[in-house]
């Protein structure tokens, strides 16, 4: 069973710049969530994929977009950066349905915005 | 909003101590999941809770779910060094649909040797 991988691992950037992380869920599950992680903080909730659709959104702003594939594979993208994107982007797979509460997260990307 | 209270943030005990680490919310949650998370790196599942007063070991750490479904402990006896790392408690709605998980904001825990 192949486990929640990210890319890339670590990514530096300019303020204004348009950044694209990804994310494959573990094997069998078909819905992924993305979390904003600043540090020395929890983890924050972005939005969450299921079957290609967004399923729920937290407080962050339209910048923030995602995708979902058939492969229930999935993207963040992140416009205009602004120096306060710097974190740790999370993404978590799981199984949908009844068993959509167990989540289980990828190594993630350290994003830098300078 | 739902919160999650982690008490305390940061901890620094000798090996062989126990502690305890909290997290409170004025909310019900459906379950709580704790994590455990080093560096750079993913968080890892250590155990979901679900039902109210449920408690679940996992060797030397045992976890409780709060009857109310309001908060949740972790305790760890005999703490070793491996067990250094950040640990999260991360709460699912009551109405969750949308699957968001909410997190505390972390307890680091540094056994020294």
């Known amino acids: 069973e192949t486990g929640v991988t990210q890319s890339p691992t670590h990514l530096i950037k300019t303020r204004g710049q348009q950044v694209t992380l990804r994310c494959s869920s573990q094997s069998g599950h078909n819905t992924v969530s993305w979390y904003q992680q600043a540090l020395g903080q929890g983890p924050q909730f972005i939005f969450q994929y299921y079957r290609e659709e967004e399923n729920g959104r937290g407080n962050f702003p339209p910048r923030f977009s995602g995708l979902q594939f058939p492969n229930y594979s999935s993207e963040l993208n992140v416009n205009a950066l602004e120096l306060d994107d710097s974190a740790l982007y999370l993404c978590?797979?799981?199984?949908?349905?009844?068993?959509?509460?167990?989540?289980?997260f990828g190594p993630g990307t350290r994003l830098l915005v300078l | 909003t739902q919160l999650l209270e982690q008490s305390p943030q940061f901890l620094s005990i000798q090996e062989g101590e126990n502690l305890t680490v909290y997290c409170n919310s004025s909310s019900v949650f459906s379950s709580l999941q704790w994590y455990r998370q080093e560096p750079g790196e993913g968080p890892v599942l250590l155990v979901t809770?679900?039902?109210?007063?449920e408690v679940k070991k996992l060797k030397r750490l045992t976890f409780q779910f709060g009857d109310a479904r309001k908060d949740s402990s972790l305790h760890i006896t005999a703490a070793q060094p491996g067990d250094t790392g950040l640990y999260l408690c991360a709460g699912a709605g009551s109405s969750s649909n949308t699957g968001k998980l909410i997190f505390g904001q972390g307890t680091t825990l540094q056994v020294k040797p």
């Open positions: 809770v679900v039902t109210g007063g």
């Open positions: 978590a797979s799981s199984l949908g349905g009844l068993n959509q509460e167990t989540q289980y």
